[in-house]
């Protein structure tokens, strides 16, 4: 039976527009609750690894997962062991007290509780990041980082953090929760996925919130909006962007968001497209999802044909569906310190689906300049290539094209292949000296890109 087919962008656009979250299986607070299928191992020796773990606890079931790190004394090992099921996870508590190693008598204990979830860090932390935070803050020796995939949503940004005790855990809450981190507060509680917060994006789901343009932000006040909408219905929140608040002279067309009680009263908000407030005519319609906006705009541009917009278009490749934009623009600043990167670039969008990145730069000559800069350059421990859209999308499409081919050649029978003669190989001289003559120089390349 063949493989599932993977969901593209394309197909993402189909998957209600409107943001209606599917109905989830039955099984997935199952597979995603792993603080129940999950155990630590404590007091190992120093040659403790990922295999000895495993052919010590293989009796017990599958393992899914194994993290591994030093105590704070560095005398002695920890292991952070993942199962299928909480029955296997059971099974391998009855190994604590047993002898591993020379000396060393082990404690498998649980990793209810020793959990914690960790929001709202700056967006370009990293799990190292997150790890040096909690180890410079609290001392306590951080287990594992697990951080979310970003192929469907790439403004997430949360960390599920593992801790060696429940003690542990309410200490780094303790010492982190509602920190000022760069201008962010920190949220920092202990897991629990019976008792997951409401949805931020609940609202827009559900088609309560609407979004008002053409506002002039010189004289745009909440209480100006909630006696101009008052009257369609009950309203829950008013939102003015923070950067359109804090620089009002850089904003000359402003927008806000309103949240009412239900569809429709949001609905009834509608009628007011193309009223005035404020001495202009506003535009006022139901918010989209910013995750489903930004796919759609990703689904554009890789199936435009507009040449003048691609050639300041170029795409990064191959990169985790977990590297963020801050950490792709975190890059782009080290590799270019002597240029004003936030001014050069317009922005940045995660293509997951192909596992890359599209930077849409000012104009075509800083894209040809970026484009050469970052070429095999080395990004989060993989040499990453630097092209165009098509590039991306034709290496998307050689791995299936390469497959195919291995599949056909492995169907060939296994004859001796006769070599061709020297001669055979060897090129016309007028056609060899043709092709010498087409060959481009450094300087050609400058030329095309630079425009030198």
Known sequence: MSNPRKRSVEEEENSIPQGISKPKKQNDTETKNRELTTVLVKNLPKSANQTKMHKFFQDCGIINHIDIVDSNDKKSRLARLEFSTFLEASSALTKTFKKVGPNNIIEVTSLHGCTIWMTNFPPSFEAKNIRQLIQDETGMIVVSIRLPSLKYNSNRRFAYIDLCSKEDAQSVIQNLNNMDLNGYKLVVKISNPSDRSKRTDLSTIERREIIIRNLNPMT?????????????????????????????????????????????????????????????????????????????????LLHSKNTKELARIISLYPLSDRVTKSNIKSFLHETFPNRSVGDEMEDIYLVSDKNGAFIILKDEKLAGIYLMGLNMKMFHNKVIHCGTVNDLKGNANGIHLDKKQNNNNNNKINTIEKKPSKDILKAPAGLEKEQSQKKLSNDDFRRMFLGK
């Open 220 to 300: 745009l006040t909440e209480e100006k909006l909630r006696n101009h909408f008052g009257e369609c219905g009950e309203i829950e929140r008013i939102t003015i962007p923070h950067r359109q608040r804090e620089n009002v002279e850089s904003f000359h067309n402003g927008c806000a968001f309103i949240v009412f009680s239900t569809a429709t009263q949001a609905n009834n908000a509608l009628e007011l497209n193309k009223s005035e407030f404020l001495g202009r005519e506003i535009s006022v319609g139901l918010a989209d999802k910013k995750p489903y906006l930004e796919r759609k705009e990703v689904k554009r």
